[in-house]
């Protein structure tokens, strides 16, 4: 494909995103219209596809200054990368399948900017901005942070002192755990694993690790492809919610001997252990969908191979000293997004309306904000909700004063 079909393909993909994004659009005329990102810097570590595009053409549009990264060596579109460089003029630095040398370069490269405003996944930017970059730390306004793994590594800087500005937990929202989590990871975790397999789901035996939003979504979207779902979980009340859900429940251990199909997708680091490797079942197929590579120990899995093979586009097949195989998707990177698409716009819309809206808050409460984790606005979620609603043509009721008066009056009897 030549250049000019690769960046044709990006503004494609760009538009498209765009036109399927009404609530994000709406948010991002209303702080155009409010002025209130004129001339501020933001910096962005997220995964560089066509939805982030939007969200950062939107801030763009909106007044701010604006560089983009990924926060994944192999979760960039290419070709939208170079049509938010070549064609709408955002300075982005992401290529698919960089080095890690590459992956920190380009974190430099929008610290380079210094930043008023960070938006992470995963708070890398956070972290060399509190590490490496301390002096630009006086400069900093705000920032976001988009998933669990990074809202846990803050709370952790947050309880020793150590966090210097204010992050709004993007993912504690609920229009976007509830839908993004739940919906956008279980639709596009099965993207990434059938792109990659070409393999049935019914009939499977699929093991889910996890039981957060993601999990749900996961699990849910397995059983209705007609898999048996076991699901592995350390939280005793998740494990029961799973188990009225109509899961089987045990631990890894155990999960391993029967399943055909493993996805992690837990934010933490060895569920799927080098012991666990050792009674994997044979033609086991491995993949992440929780946030760093390391969900799935890659190097057990190495120590025990004696041959490795690219056996498809993103599937490597790994031969252990007992004669099994094992097939490792995405290079235990999110196979959503290293083989798949990512969430679908729709959910998307939702999430980075959010983002662009506590952008903007951490403008107007500047003043107010500490240097803590905060909690998106429950106002900030309605008014998500209601433009959602509005976009896909859905009405609702509402209260009359003799109902909100009742709701009120704790003298009143039945």
Not at 206 to 218: D, S
Request: a negative charge.
């Amino acid at each position: 494909m030549s250049d000019s079909e690769i960046l044709t393909k990006g503004i494609n993909r760009l538009e498209w995103a765009r036109t399927h994004m009404d609530v994000l659009r709406q948010i991002g005329k209303n702080i155009k219209d409010n002025g209130t990102l004129d001339g501020k810097t933001i910096g962005m570590a997220l995964h560089v596809e066509a939805k982030t595009g939007i969200l950062a053409l939107t801030l763009q549009e909106a007044g701010a200054k604006v560089r983009l990264a990924s926060c994944n060596p192999l979760s960039t579109d290419d070709s939208v990368a170079l049509a938010l460089n070549e064609e709408y003029g955002l300075e982005t630095y992401a290529k698919k399948g960089e080095s890690r040398d590459e992956y920190y370069s380009n974190l430099e490269a929008v610290l380079a900017l210094k930043p008023q405003i960070s938006i992470d996944d995963g708070g890398d930017l956070i972290f060399l901005l509190h590490t490496k970059h301390r002096d630009q730390l006086p400069n900093i306004i705000g920032g976001n942070e988009e998933t669990t793994t990074g809202i846990i590594r803050l709370k952790a800087m947050e309880a020793e002192g150590k966090l210097e500005y204010p992050v709004f937990a993007v993912n504690n929202a609920k229009m976007k755990h509830l839908f993004d989590n739940r919906y956008g990871t279980g639709q596009s975790t099965f993207d990434g694993v059938l792109t990659a397999t070409n393999l049935t789901i019914a009939g499977s035996i699929f093991v889910v690790a996890g039981y957060g939003w993601c999990g749900r979504g996961i699990a849910a979207r397995a059983q209705g492809m007609g898999a048996n779902v076991i699901v592995t979980e350390i939280d005793p009340v998740k494990a029961v919610e799973a188990r009225m859900d109509g899961f089987r429940v045990m631990p890894m251990a155990e999960a391993v001997k029967e399943a055909n199909i493993i996805v992690s997708v837990t934010g933490c680091k060895d569920i799927v252990t080098k012991e666990h490797l050792e009674h994997i079942r044979d033609g086991c197929i491995l993949a992440n969908s929780g946030h760093f590579d390391n969900e799935i120990c890659i190097t057990g899995l190495d120590e025990m191979t004696v041959a490795k093979t690219r056996v498809r586009e993103h599937v490597e097949e790994y031969k252990l000293k007992s004669g099994k195989r094992v097939y490792l998707l995405g290079e235990g990177r999110l196979v959503n997004l290293a083989v798949g698409q990512g969430h679908p716009v729709e959910i998307m819309d939702m999430s980075f309306a959010i983002q662009a809206g506590c952008a903007e808050r951490l403008v107007t409460h500047r003043e107010q904000l500490e240097a803590k984790v905060y909690d998106v606005p429950p106002e900030m979620d309605d008014l998500v909700a209601r433009l959602k609603l509005k976009a896909m043509g859905v009405t609702i009721d509402s209260l009359s004063d003799v109902q909100k008066a009742y709701l009120c009056d704790w003298k009143e009897g039945t």
